[in-house]
Each structure stands twice: as structure tokens, then as C-alpha cells.
């Protein structure tokens, strides 16, 4: 098993691509939002794509460097509560310099990350539609803000 930053890397962006299918069921425009946004932002390095692959993806969190935010963690079903997406935060902690990234979890899922959100000491700051807002900054977000 190894992390590996999908930065020049379309294979690995296709795999991930494919892998995270299952996030459009909590955010509907996720596989827009994943071509228009991330990928274009991967090829610009404003934005990261950190993953654990063993013979096949286990997770990967994705970053937007200058909003010190997470856009996206997600682990295989098959390998939660095992550790791996603390893994992944903690490389997108070190690789966002920000110990309280910005973060938003869809309320009907906040209790797999609520683990998380305890262990790193984060602080829910917001509510906006039928997201949490994590560590915000003292700013009202908007659904808009947070693409």
C-alpha cells in the first residue's frame, strides 16, 4: 500500500474518477464538478488529489491549496474504521499547511466523519442547506463558496 499524489498522473485521476462514483449520491454535480474543476485544477496545482491505492484505490482526499480547504474524502466502504481516511487527512493537513482546514460534510452522513472531526479537534461552525460547515473562517458560506 503506498499514497501517492495524482498531480500528472491521468490514470490515476481516471481510477479516482470512476472509484468516487458513489459521492454523486450525497452532492448530485459531484462528477461535474470532479471534470470541470478538479481535474483542471490538478493540472494548474491549485489543487491536489492525495491517494492510497494498494492493486486498487482504498481512498483519497482532494484539496484546494489556496482556500486551505477539503473538498472530498472518501474511503472504500470495505476499509473504513481502519484508519485510512485519518491517513488521508493528516497528508492533506501537512500538504494544506492548516491544522483547521475548511470542510463541509453533508448532514446525512456526519457521523462517519464524526470521528474525524474529534480526533483533529475541528469545530463545526455552520449550517448551510444540508451541509455542515467545518472550521469556517468567520465568513457566511454559501453553496457557491465552497466549489
Known amino acids: 500500500m503506498k499514497l501517492v499524489n495524482a498531480s500528472d498522473n491521468i490514470t490515476l485521476l481516471e481510477e479516482i474518477d470512476k472509484f468516487s462514483q458513489e459521492i454523486s449520491n450525497y452532492y448530485p454535480d459531484y462528477n461535474e464538478w ?18 492510497i491505492k494498494d492493486e486498487e484505490i482504498i481512498g483519497f482526499i482532494s484539496l484546494k491549496k489556496e482556500e486551505k480547504k477539503i473538498c472530498t474524502i472518501f474511503v472504500d466502504k470495505k476499509y473504513r474504521r481502519q484508519g485510512f481516511g485519518t491517513i488521508l ?3 492533506g493537513i ?18 462517519e466523519y464524526s470521528g474525524i472531526i474529534r480526533n483533529h479537534n475541528w469545530n463545526i461552525t455552520g449550517i448551510d ?19
Open 89 to 91: 487527512v493528516d497528508k
Open 94 to 111: 501537512e500538504y494544506l499547511e492548516e491544522d483547521k482546514p475548511l470542510i463541509t460534510i453533508p448532514i446525512s452522513i456526519q457521523e
Open 129 to 147: 442547506g444540508e451541509e455542515l460547515i467545518v472550521n469556517g473562517r468567520n465568513k457566511v458560506y454559501s453553496k457557491k463558496d465552497m466549489i
Open 34 to 51: 470532479f471534470q470541470e474543476r478538479m481535474i483542471p485544477g490538478i493540472i494548474d496545482h491549485t489543487r491536489e488529489i492525495i491517494c
